[in-house]
């Protein structure tokens, strides 16, 4: 049996995590999952999986539990997270948080040599070179849940990564795709939740509207395969079925493809090295007649060259793409400003910030609370 950690499995990728779990129940242990302000579900899944730790990070919520039968050990905040984190002999750990928030488990994780399902793409956005040196000097493991890089990383096995030309990234383009300029600045939240594809968290079907998820999704892909952005190409691909692909040096291309489903990504990452049966919807050739393939519009959708400048300046800037989006996403979600305010923000952010020389995990979550206390 896996012992696994589940952090944020009340979200998006945490539910479909026990959803996985759930259908192997033989072959996983869940020792902890972690909730926010969720504890409702929280306690069902407690109930159900049985961890011998749940922990809640907010702090309301914490105290609301205090009535509630959980049948476990009721922890409150990100300290006791990591300490699980540090002292549970876990398997694996699946980091389901969003945003930033997710930075020291992630951190901690690579430090302690757990091995890491990641679907916290934020962390290594922030601090992929402080995260990726831990793992190559400690050998640990990061495992990716993202769909792009599981492809990639499917698409690899086998293969060297100096037999490698280029990664090519997938975007579905999300559902403002085919709008122009001035359509899309009147879009209002709710419309850019619609994503014509994946059933997502809030936070990242926004994220996909402005093709900034893509922009994060570059750079994560630049840490987790150490790979020189300018041979990470976006490609759109309006169907969501390759997942990504790999173009190597005697110009053959591998790529992974599959219904969009975050369960298969998750169940790979859950078995690595293997590949067990799960009872996924099987891909229908005939049902998708056409694959196609077009450029991103850039210029409608500025979010994904604003991330190749963060990554190419380095050091502080690819916390000020991620931290000031994840505040200015927070507020278009309450309809407080417009669609391209997103982007606009980032970009006057990007361009006044000083830049910190290598900045530490500390400098980090320093220059991320100082950008929130001053925008939120
Ligand atoms: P959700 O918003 O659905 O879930 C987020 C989880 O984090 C919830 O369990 C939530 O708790 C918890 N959480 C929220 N705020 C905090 C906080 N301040 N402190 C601690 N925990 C918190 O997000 P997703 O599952 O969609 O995304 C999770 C990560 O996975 C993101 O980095 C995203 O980019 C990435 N990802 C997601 C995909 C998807 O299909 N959803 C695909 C690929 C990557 P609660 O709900 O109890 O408040
Ligand atoms: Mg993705």
């Known amino acids: 049996m896996k012992k696994i950690g589940i952090l944020g499995s009340t979200g998006s990728i945490g539910t479909q995590t026990l959803d996985v779990i759930r259908e192997n129940k033989e072959l996983y242990e869940v020792v902890f999952i972690s909730g926010h302000k969720n504890i409702e579900l929280l306690n069902r899944q407690s109930l159900e999986f049985k961890p011998e730790y749940v922990v809640i990070t907010d702090y309301d919520s914490y105290n609301k539990t205090k009535s509630m039968n959980f049948d476990a050990t009721l922890l409150y905040g990100m300290d006791k997270i990591i300490s699980l984190i540090d002292k549970e002999k876990i398997d694996i750990l699946l ?15 690579a430090k302690n040599k757990v091995v890491l399902a990641l679907a916290n793409k934020e962390s290594l956005v922030t601090a992929g070179h402080i995260i990726m040196k831990e793992v190559y000097n400690n050998n640990s493991v990061i495992l990716p849940v993202d769909s792009e890089h599981s492809a990639i990383f499917q698409s690899l096995q086998g293969n060297d990564i100096s037999s490698v030309e280029k990664l090519i990234l997938t975007a579905s383009g999300g559902p403002f795709r085919t709008l122009s300029k001035n359509e899309i600045s009147n879009k209002k939240a709710y419309e850019a939740l619609k994503h014509p594809n994946w059933d997502m968290g809030r936070k990242i079907s926004i994220d996909s509207a402005t093709l900034v998820n893509k922009g994060l999704e570059v750079i994560e892909a630049k840490w987790l395969f150490d790979i020189a952005p300018e041979n990470i190409e976006v490609v759109v691909h309006p169907q969501s079925i390759i997942h990504s692909l790999v173009q190597y040096k005697d110009s053959s291309i591998i790529a992974q493809m599959g219904r969009p489903d975050m369960r298969l990504p998750i169940h790979y990452a859950l078995n690595y090295p ?24 850039r210029d409608v959708f500025p979010g994904l060259d604003l991330a190749y400048y963060s990554i190419e300046k380095g050091d502080s800037f690819p916390t000020i793409y991620n931290t000031v989006n994840e505040i200015m996403v927070h507020h278009y979600l309450k309809d407080q400003i417009g669609f391209y305010d997103i982007t606009d923000t980032i970009e006057k952010e990007l361009m006044n910030h000083r830049r910190i020389i290598n900045p530490t995990i500390e400098d980090i979550i320093a220059l991320d609370k100082e950008i929130r206390e001053r925008l939120e």
């Open 95 to 109: 980091n389901a948080l969003v945003g930033n928030i997710g930075l020291l488990p992630t951190y901690t994780a």
């Open 274 to 297: 293997d590949r067990k049966p799960i009872q996924l919807e099987r891909f229908d050739f005939m049902k998708y007649n056409q694959l196609t393939f077009e450029a991103p519009r």
